[in-house]
């Protein structure tokens, strides 16, 4: 399975930006996806998840209200929509996929596949 990231690029605080990620290879629409991003000398940190069939969705706190994720499944694509964004948010975002068909999780190493990575950079 391989997962492509895109969509990153530079905002300013307040503003919008879509992430997608594009999954390819020998792919299920079983798999849970999550989103996650890790700055600079910390450590990666969960962002948000979607179920298979993407009737549940997780967020972490930091981004509730202002996070959306969503997905297709007979495009095999994932996407964040991220919308009132604040300069803490600059940092690089990862698209993973998560072969468990159950409860979504929230940990990095219960993550099968993972993307490139993209980076978003908000400007205050």
């Known amino acids: 399975v391989q997962l492509q990231a895109s969509g990153g690029g530079l905002v300013q605080a307040g503003g919008s930006l879509r992430l997608s990620c594009a999954a390819s290879?020998?792919?299920?629409?079983?798999?849970?996806m999550g989103w996650f991003r890790q700055a600079p000398g910390k450590e990666r940190e969960f962002v948000a998840a979607?179920?298979?069939?993407?009737?549940?969705?997780y967020y972490a706190n930091s981004v509730k209200g202002r996070f959306t994720i969503s997905r297709d499944n007979a495009k095999k694509t994932v996407t964040l929509q991220m919308n009132s964004l604040k300069p803490e948010d600059t940092t690089v975002y990862y698209c993973?996929?998560?072969?468990?068909?159950?409860?979504?999780?929230?940990?990095?190493?219960?993550?099968?596949?993972w993307g490139q990575g993209t980076q978003v950079t908000v400007s205050s």
């Open positions: 993973a996929a998560d072969r468990y068909v159950g409860s979504l999780r929230l940990e990095i190493y219960e993550y099968d596949y």
């Open positions: 290879g020998r792919t299920s629409s079983t798999y849970s």
């Open positions: 979607i179920s298979w069939s993407g009737g549940s969705t």
